[in-house]
């Protein structure tokens, strides 16, 4: 059996624990927020009350899990300074996965077609979005992520007409990225992103460092040379 | 909970330095610092998406090092202790999820502590100011590149604000000059140094908030009698500037450093001086970066000796921010019989001096 802390924070914020055994995968308790500002606060607080519900502690996990964006800057960093710091204190190992594999990995269950796209809102107009296909029942990324203007998503061109968008990003732009209804407001989850990172350590897959995928730069400009006065 | 000698660890991420501390009572045991200075040197300043990316790489190892360097591990600890504010929104929020997991992850009682009362609480230290505890009529003079002040410590939980910076941060002020000048980033160390070659008399660069309007008196005080605005003065470099290239001569930078350099201690001092004579205050605790200014040191002693008032400055190592002086507090605090903060706390990047612990 193996048992995991996942957490996300690259849009809302959400954290659960899982226990993989013979019988699947199952979730022992998990927390998930609407609010997508306010992850420094209820992040690590929402860890110590999975382990109340659940009665375990750090000794009890075997791993760390954390979605590693793409996501807004200061609330990614927040459940990726969570997950690290936690790995570091209880001694585990920390694995990173991207958080549109999570809404993937929904979507593949919700039999997605043989390829699809996941999109998420970046803010100031911009989505995150990655193409994926639906590899017998698991989700495989085929490119991405990447930031874009929901328009210059060439979703004709990647999935053919008519293709299906999933995920809260697709949502708020439904002209450019025609949304599959049911996933119009689908956020990337922790229970989710747990779920498959457990099936890919079954298969014996690596996981990901815990390297952010800001996908930005900071808007830091360099200084123009100043202009002498003449 | 130990509370006659409390070992704490503390988190410091206000602004470019992460910093982690561990004090045993009023004992330091380590003080580990990582700056992402380096990373700011092309922009002329500080960028708080940097900084803040910096903290979430430079956290965990430097949690290591303190940890090694004082040759303690989590469990033995009675408390963490982090920076809740004042400073960068951004980066605070990298110290206090670090804090708060390490405080889930433990189980140790977790002290969201204020930024600036940390800057004074690093004097209790042993072998460092205030052995023997905060001296009656205390005041803090802190200059730094993200903040400017000057407080009233009545006790460690008694702080008042007499006086800030209404804009730049006087280190903030230092490297938009040394920018203007073309000495590089950070301007601190650079501008002090050519100040030496330069005469600080050349040119009279405006001392800002000085005026009767913002001055008031004693009885009446202004708006700002205490108070500094550096945005002024880095324009009148800039102005004196053109004016020598308007003319076709070259810039006597180490003039313009000097000068500069003389019209922010000067006011700086100027100021804290006043600020002292009318509240009493005759012990003053020099902290923040830019403390580490030669000349910033030498003025503030000269006038505070002829003011009878005796100036108190720690090691450079404990007036630049760091997690030594954020354990300190909370080390102090803990004594005192406080009680942790709430798991729930959120940042505040603008922290009043008077909340020196979030419950
Ligand atoms: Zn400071």
């Known amino acids: 059996m193996?048992?995991?802390?996942?957490?996300d924070t690259s849009a809302i914020a959400s954290a659960a624990i899982l226990r993989a055994g013979a019988e699947g995968t199952e979730v022992l308790a998990r927390f998930a927020t609407e609010d997508t500002r306010s992850h420094a606060e209820v992040t690590a607080?929402?860890?110590?009350?999975l382990l109340e519900e659940t009665g375990l502690s750090g000794k009890d996990l075997d791993a760390v899990v954390a979605g590693v964006g793409p996501g807004p800057f200061t609330g990614l960093r927040a459940g990726l300074t969570v997950a690290r710091t936690l790995g570091f204190a209880w001694c585990l190992p920390v694995h990173g996965v991207m958080s549109l594999d999570a809404i993937a990995a929904d979507a593949v269950a919700a039999g997605a077609p043989e390829r699809f796209l996941v999109a998420t809102d970046a803010r100031r107009k911009e989505v995150y979005w990655a193409l994926y296909a639906n590899d017998a029942g698991t989700p495989r990324l085929l490119d991405g992520p990447h930031v874009q203007r929901p328009a210059d998503v060439v979703v004709d061109e990647l999935l053919g007409a008519g293709g299906a968008v999933y995920g809260a990003g697709a949502g708020l732009y439904p002209e450019e990225l025609s949304p599959v209804e049911a996933f119009a407001r689908t956020q990337p989850d922790a229970v989710a992103l747990g779920?498959?990172?457990?099936?890919?350590?079954?298969?014996?897959?690596?996981?990901?460092?815990?390297?952010?995928?800001?996908?930005?730069?900071?808007?830091?400009?360099?200084?123009?040379?100043?202009?002498?006065?003449? | 909970m130990n509370r006659a000698e409390p070992l704490i660890l503390g988190i410091e991420s206000s602004c470019d330095e992460t910093?982690?501390?561990?004090?045993?009572?009023?004992?330091?045991?380590?003080?580990?610092?990582?700056?992402?200075?380096?990373?700011?040197?092309?922009f002329g300043g500080v960028i708080p998406e940097i900084a803040s990316r910096a903290h979430l790489e430079a956290i965990v190892p430097a949690l290591d090092a303190a940890l090694k360097e004082a040759g303690?591990?989590?469990d033995e600890l009675d408390g963490i202790a982090v920076t809740a504010g004042p400073g960068l929104a951004g980066a605070l929020m990298v110290g206090v999820s670090a804090a708060k997991a390490l405080a889930v992850a433990t189980g140790k009682p977790l002290f969201a502590i204020n930024h600036l009362v940390a800057h004074v609480a690093v004097g209790l230290l042993a072998e460092q100011v205030f052995a023997d505890g905060l001296p009656e009529n205390l005041g803090a003079l802190l200059v730094s590149g993200g903040h400017t002040e000057v407080l009233r410590v009545r006790g460690i939980q008694d702080v008042q604000m007499l006086g800030s910076t209404i804009d730049d941060a006087a280190g903030e002020a230092y490297d938009k000059t040394a920018r203007l000048l073309g000495l590089g980033y950070p301007g601190g160390p650079v501008i002090d140094r050519?100040?030496?070659?330069?005469?600080?008399?050349?040119?009279r660069f405006p001392r800002?908030?000085?005026q009767p309007k913002y001055m008031g008196t004693a009885d009446e005080p202004g708006p700002h009698r205490y108070d500094w605005s550096f945005s002024g003065l880095k324009a009148a470099v800039a102005r004196c500037v053109e004016q020598f290239e308007a003319r076709g001569e070259e810039p006597p930078v180490a003039d313009i450093a000097a000068s500069f350099q003389e019209a922010v201690v000067d006011v700086v001092t100027a100021k804290a001086m006043l600020a002292c004579k009318e509240h009493g205050i005759t012990e003053l605790l020099l902290g923040g970066g830019v403390a580490a200014n030669a000349r910033l040191r030498e003025l503030t002693a000269r006038r505070c000796a002829s003011a009878g008032i005796t100036l108190h400055v720690p090691p450079i190592s404990l007036c630049t921010d760091n997690g030594a002086m954020v354990a300190a507090l909370a080390s102090r605090l803990v004594m005192d019989g406080a009680e942790p903060s709430s798991l729930d706390f959120a940042p505040d990047s603008s922290l009043p001096v008077s909340t020196v612990l979030l419950p």
């Open chain 1, 195 to 230: 779920t498959l990172a457990l099936e890919r350590l079954a298969r014996g897959e690596e996981l990901l460092e815990t390297e952010p995928l800001y996908l930005r730069e900071s808007d830091a400009q360099v200084p123009g040379p100043r202009k002498k006065a003449l």
């Open chain 2, 194 to 203: 050519l100040s030496r070659e330069g005469d600080p008399k050349a040119i």
């Open chain 1, 2 to 7: 193996t048992t995991i802390l996942a957490i």
């Open chain 2, 72 to 74: 303690v591990t989590l």
């Open chain 2, 19 to 42: 910093g982690v501390g561990i004090v045993r009572g009023g004992t330091l045991l380590s003080n580990t610092v990582a700056s992402s200075m380096d990373e700011h040197v092309r």
């Open chain 2, 208 to 210: 800002g908030l000085t």
């Open chain 1, 45 to 49: 607080p929402a860890v110590a009350r």
